[in-house]
């Protein structure tokens, strides 16, 4: 899910009363390489910001494992967006494609 910065607060509320304690943290650079997470060991979600220099759509993203991801087929990543993935099956499925030029990042917290 995508959420705008209120909902994004909302939801780290929800993660400290669901009980889930943020144990690791990882920086992606977004290339024209498919990448994927690599998720600690006993991760259960993660929560992520995009961070890039262009206000356009920067990155496409799936987590379903049955679908390659490219440029024009995915979800689509922008500047600030923020988004959560639940269940280790997603987190190891996800794969990450940039879809215009510019620098971006992908700043992940790790639950467990």
Do not use: W
Not at 20 to 33: E, P, R
């Amino acid at each position: 899910m995508i959420y705008t910065p209120e909902q994004a607060l909302k939801k780290l509320a929800q993660i400290a009363s669901n009980g889930f304690k943020a144990f690791s943290y990882q920086q992606l650079t977004v290339t024209g390489t498919l990448s994927n997470l690599t998720v600690p060991e006993g991760s259960r979600y993660a929560l992520i910001v995009v961070e890039s220099d262009i206000s356009t759509i920067c990155a496409r993203y799936l987590e379903t494992g049955q679908t390659t991801v490219s440029s024009g087929i995915g979800m689509p990543l922008l500047n600030g967006t923020v988004f959560d993935i639940e269940d280790m099956q997603n987190l190891t499925s996800f794969q990450v494609i940039q879809e215009a030029a510019g620098t971006h990042k992908l700043n992940i917290q790790y639950y467990k």
